[in-house]
């Protein structure tokens, strides 16, 4: 993924969506002591590339938009009534739609140094395989991910999912003070399938 100055991301795949295979692919498929001989972060790059090639162009266009700058929040009481709500946070990317949901904004947001409650429901049964919600200190820096949640059943059971993501960790330091000072306080959560497809997104402010 390439983070672009302009506040978009351009997706290996973005630029056609569905495309052809490229040979040297085709090869490694076709020739298995290829594939033995591939390294681990070889293997992941193929594994990133294959699963693109599914992707449709309004998935594509979603996981771009995902990467403007963060504007606005969706505003929740710590039991997570919704009291002012950002149209464009928490959105269910098209490949998803009619598998998982957003059964309750994240509450409290914002948050003083509360834990963020995130639910989500599964509602496809072996149709989300893992999960993984990141966020970047430098929305134009990919190196600068920071991971706070991962789950790895594959694929992800039918019913309710919860986690905790916690402010202090949207500074690599783990200050909350510091992550409270960048963006004026406002960080981008992206949640993606362990594919790295993007299920949703959404912004978290810190006070």
Request: charged share 25%; net charge neutral; with cysteine.
């Amino acid at each position: 993924m390439k983070l672009t100055k302009n506040g978009t991301a351009t997706p290996a795949n973005a630029a056609s969506g569905r495309r052809k295979m490229p040979e040297e692919t085709w090869m490694i498929l076709t020739r298995p002591a290829l594939l033995i001989r591939l390294t681990l972060p070889a293997l992941a790059v193929l594994v990133v590339l294959l699963s693109g090639c599914s992707r449709s162009q309004d998935q594509i266009d979603f996981e771009q938009q995902a990467f403007r700058t963060p504007e606005n929040y969706t505003e929740t009481t710590p039991s997570g009534e919704v009291v002012r709500r950002d149209e464009d946070d928490w959105r269910i990317g098209p490949m998803f739609q009619g598998f998982i949901e957003i059964q309750v904004p994240p509450h409290p947001n914002p948050t003083r140094g509360e834990p963020v409650r995130v639910e989500l429901i599964v509602t496809g049964v072996g149709t989300v395989s893992g999960l993984r919600a990141v966020s970047y200190f430098d929305m134009f820096d990919e190196r600068s991910m920071i991971t706070h949640y991962i789950h790895d059943r594959d694929p992800l059971n039918f019913g309710t999912l919860i986690f905790n993501i916690y402010p202090a960790e949207f500074d690599p330091g783990r200050n909350y003070s510091n992550a409270r000072s960048r963006n004026d306080g406002l960080h981008r959560l992206f949640i993606y399938d362990n594919r790295w497809n993007l299920i949703t997104y959404g912004d978290i402010k810190l006070k």
